[in-house]
């Protein structure tokens, strides 16, 4: 386990906005259950919280990129990224109606983030020795 002296500003700015981003998701399927249950109001905070996480993601992969650079680390990155990614998918698709692609999508979005999460806080993010 790393000590948490070692861990650079950048580091802790990407859990920080990680952790964002992890509470911002976990509403998603909240507010879905809403708007499935009757409640159409639930499908205008599911469309707001998309948003939400989506800019969040993407402020999650500027930060990533700040740890690559500073901290020379690039794995944050690349793991941001996939989620991104499927995050944009997940967003168009569900503007599209799209949902034999939106729900299994949602799903796997969320845990990946879950364990991208997890792997930031339990794997080093101090600077790798040149």
Known sequence: MESTAKTRPAGWV???VAGAHLVAIAGQPVFAGVY???DYDGLRLHAAGADVVTSVGYLQAIAAI????RVRRAWPFLATTAVAAAETIQYFAGLAGALWL???LGVLTVAGLVVLVAALWRRPLEAVDA
């Open 14 to 16: 990407l859990r920080a």
């Open 66 to 69: 700040l740890v690559w650079v």
């Open 102 to 104: 939106h729900l299994p």
């Open 36 to 38: 499935l249950s009757g």
